[in-house]
Nanobody, 124 residues
Framework: VQLQASGGGLVQPGGSLRLSCAVS????????WGWYRQAPGKQRHLVASISTSGITDYADPVKGRFTISRDVAKNTVYLRMNSLKPEDTAVYYC???????????????????WGQGTQVTLSS
């Protein structure tokens, strides 16, 4: 499975960005997909998700500002971010909800699979 996020950048408060995530190696429409973010020094957490039937859900800090969507034909998930705030600065990742796990035969543990993410930085 590959998760290729893009579209991040440097933006001023109040600005907008649209993130894209190309998904391959998995049956895209069988799963709920989400956008996660990890701010410096903090844990990664889910900010938006979209189900197989198109139902969306958002974390409180982004409700009314972010919109998640998907293009099943392109196996791509999008995140439209409006009215950006300094606290939105983070690396943004897409993944399944729940996240994809890989089995590590050396340790016997399941390890979360993540793509490289895309950096969103709000300038002061």
């Amino acid at each position: 499975v590959q998760l290729q996020a893009s579209g991040g950048g440097l933006v001023q408060p109040g600005g907008s960005l649209r993130l894209s995530c190309a998904v391959s190696g998995i049956t895209f429409n069988d799963y709920t997909w989400g956008w996660y973010r990890q701010a410096p020094g903090k844990q990664r957490h889910l900010v938006a998700s979209i189900s197989t039937s198109g139902i969306t859900d958002y974390a409180d800090p982004v409700k009314g500002r972010f919109t998640i969507s998907r293009d099943v034909a392109k196996n791509t998930v999008y995140l439209r971010m409006n009215s950006l705030k300094p606290e939105d600065t983070a690396v943004y990742y897409c993944n399944r909800d729940p996240v994809i796990l890989d089995y590590d035969s050396r340790t016997g543990l399941n390890v979360e699979r993540w793509g490289q993410g895309t950096q969103v930085t709000l300038s002061s």
